[in-house]
């Protein structure tokens, strides 16, 4: 009967089709690497994407450092090959793009590469960290340093912000969200990034853009393209979920009501629930080729 009750209890954890999470900066200051794990063991899935800037080596080169919060973010996805049999794809971003050593590279249910597509339901979706899309990261590589460090340096003035916030019972504050939306040229180069993606994946047939990098969370139409964007583990924590119908939807970590999920596992054993592993729909991967056109367009 215990062996039962826990099977159940396993299964009713929510379980999307594939879940997709991005800019977690693990080595720096500002990572949410403990609520990021949390997430992972409320939400399993078929297939996790781990889209670019998991690692920050740009920090850990200079002022990061490693905590053991950052290793138990890894042992948490190994936990889920094992345990759930979750296929996970880590594609290279701009902060860790000390990965360019080693990809393409697989090892069983793990697969390091540039980019993918990703097919399901009958829709195709181009995915890329989107660093590549940026011109001041891709050939202006200093700026991207020197704007890394003025980034840093909002993150850093944001917690003693909002360290005073809570002590008075204030919601968090965004400070560097605010600093973008008040700054035409950011939102300038916000709307130009995600145009330009959209046009891309236009071009290669698709129905949809994932991507990351700016660290703004977004699930909109760019003519006739699904663009979606999962946001960063730095200040937004938010991820995208897909379901076994193909309907994408933005999970907000300071949204989940972990209090609510946890009597919901705990209070229901019954097989009702249980959703068998026949029923799952076969999702299609394939890498995305780096001698194809995709490097003529840039």
Known sequence: MG????????????????????????????????EIAR?????????????????????????????????????RILKMIEQDNTKVYYLRGNHDDFLDQILPLTIGNLSIQQDMIYESCGKKYFITHGDVFDSVTSHFRWIAYVGDIGYTFLLWLNRQVNY????????????????????????????????????????????????GHIHKAENREIDGIEYLNSGDWVETMSALAEDYDGNWQLIYYNEIDFKRKSSEEQGDDTPSKLIPREAYKIVAFKPFSQDSDFNKLL
């Open 3 to 34: 062996i039962y009750f826990y099977k159940n209890l396993k299964a009713l954890k929510t379980h999307f089709k594939t879940i997709v999470v991005s800019d977690i900066h693990l080595g720096t200051k500002g990572s949410k690497a403990k």
């Open 164 to 211: 005073y916030r809570r002590k008075k019972g204030l919601p968090y504050y965004s400070l560097s969200q605010y600093v973008k939306g008040k700054v035409k040229k950011a939102v300038s180069y916000i709307d130009n990034f995600e145009e330009e993606l959209a046009k891309f994946a236009q071009s290669k047939g698709c129905d949809g853009i994932i991507c």
């Open 39 to 75: 997430f992972l063991k409320l939400y399993s899935c078929e297939n996790l994407i781990l889209n670019g800037d998991i690692i920050d080596g740009w920090q850990l080169k200079k002022s990061g450092s490693w905590k053991r919060k950052h290793t138990r973010f890894f042992n």
